[in-house]
């Protein structure tokens, strides 16, 4: 499932601030007694109230001629445990600041390797423990999405797929169910470019496994399966009941699983008490809150060059994806064949080098945002019609020639490292 994974977009990490040896401290200083001030006496002086005594702290008129005439005199029961007072309160004030210190808002973050590419959660707050707890409970969802909607490895996805080749149905979990159903509205508003459907021909060009050898497939295996022409809307779904009219179909949800997981993340994080997170997966990434009261930054993977060809910030609840022919791909006799392929002509598309998405705050944002950037990159140069199905202004967009252009409203949020020649891509009107 996770094999095909789109890493697009890759989180800016800013260093952390690290502790130094002394920071709790202030420079703390006391007087030291003159050699000519009077020894204090041993009894006490009916000196005012508040004066000669200061928080338990030598006072900068102790031992000191100069203090209006005064000498300082121990207070009644100072003794020997009146000379220890000072460094207990010394004591207590590197406690506070100490304990102060560790309450400080901060970033948390773990990462793992699940749905075939790097995660990463990051949150930012005041309480390890819950951030440990809450970033847990992210990682097993993630743990448990992957064993149980792998296409290649057994799990309920390939049981189902096994049950539909047979011409059987098969009664499926109500989340599968649900997945199902969204996979098929998604793919009717992309007019069936994006297509979970095509399981066998990813199959077929190597695109399943972590290691791919650089060949085309059988020309006559790629015409059989575009004759059969399978579809999402080739499955019935009677409540948690699933079967299909075409046994060509073999669901793969490559490209919408590590979008389905950013939402999951975000749900369990909010019910967890967090606030203000980041979750990147293999470059697909959904913003919670904020870092400090400022937006989360990440960057937007360049597709020639290592490092970012663009930094922008992103705002609570929105996700970011970006699909790429940079990442999973071969090249064989100077042509480059990466995995995202268009069902209209069984081939890899060639017309983009990478296209990015964002979604803005809205339900689903994290699918939505994996989803919606596969059949804009199909689309090539006609990219507008296809994002304007699915009500999204923020487009970034390399073509194969390098040219990059971007939308009004997401052109306004870019930063780039390297001065890049964008053109203005209008989604009005195309």
């Not at 030598?58 to 445990?81: F, M, Q």
């Not at 004030?93 to 390797?113: G, P, Y």
């Not at 970012?308 to 990442?327: C, F, R």
Request: net charge positive; with cysteine; charged share 25%.
């Amino acid at each position: 499932m996770g094999r095909k994974g789109f890493a697009g977009v890759s989180l800016v990490r800013l260093p952390l601030s690290r502790k130094r040896r002394g920071e709790f401290l202030p420079s703390l200083t006391f007087p030291r007694p003159s050699l000519t001030s009077p020894r204090p006496s041993l009894t006490p002086s009916p000196s005012p109230r508040g004066r000669g005594v200061l928080s338990g702290f030598p006072a900068s008129s102790r031992n000191s001629p100069s203090s209006s005439g005064r000498v300082w005199r121990k207070a009644p029961g100072e003794g020997r445990a009146g000379k220890a007072r000072p460094y207990y309160y010394l004591c207590l004030l590197f406690l506070v600041l100490l304990i102060t210190a560790c309450s400080r808002e901060q970033v948390f973050s773990r990462e793992a390797f699940v749905f075939g590419t790097r995660v990463e959660i990051a949150i930012y707050g005041n309480d390890p423990a819950l951030a440990q707890t809450a970033m847990g409970a992210v990682l097993r969802e993630f743990d448990r999405l992957h064993r149980a909607y792998h296409a290649w490895e057994p799990s309920d996805l390939t049981q189902l797929n096994d049950a539909i080749e047979r011409g059987e149905s098969r009664e499926v979990s109500p989340e599968l169910a649900a997945m199902l159903r969204d996979a098929q509205r998604l793919s009717e508003t992309s007019d069936g470019l994006f297509n979970p459907a095509l399981g066998e021909l990813i199959r077929l060009w190597g695109f399943h496994s972590d290691e791919f050898a650089p060949k085309r497939p059988d020309p006559a295996a790629v015409a059989a399966i575009l004759k059969a022409n399978p579809r999402m809307s080739d499955l019935t779904l009677d409540g948690q009941r699933v079967s299909s009219r075409n046994p060509a179909v073999k669901i793969d949800f490559g490209g919408y699983a590590k979008g389905y997981a950013l939402d999951r993340a975000a749900d369990i994080l909010r019910a967890q008490g967090i606030q203000n997170a980041l979750i990147n997966i293999g470059g697909n990434i959904m913003a919670l809150g904020s870092k400090g009261g400022k937006p989360w930054r990440v960057g937007i993977q360049h597709p020639r060059q290592p490092g970012a060809i663009a930094t922008l910030p992103l705002y609570d609840g929105e996700a970011i994806g970006t699909s790429g022919d940079y990442q999973r791909y071969f090249e064989l006799d100077g042509t480059r064949y990466a995995h995202i392929l268009d069902p209209r002509t069984g081939e890899p598309a060639h017309g983009t080098q990478s296209l990015t998405v964002l979604v803005t705050p809205r339900a689903h944002a994290g699918t939505l945002s994996d989803v919606a950037s596969k059949p804009a990159y199909l689309a090539g140069d006609n990219w507008p019609a296809q994002v304007r199905r699915f009500n999204i202004q923020h487009v970034f967009r390399v073509s194969a020639d390098g040219q990059a252009e971007a939308t009004r409203e997401l052109r306004a949020r870019l930063k780039f490292p390297v001065p890049v020649d964008v053109r203005e891509g209008g989604i009005e009107g195309k």
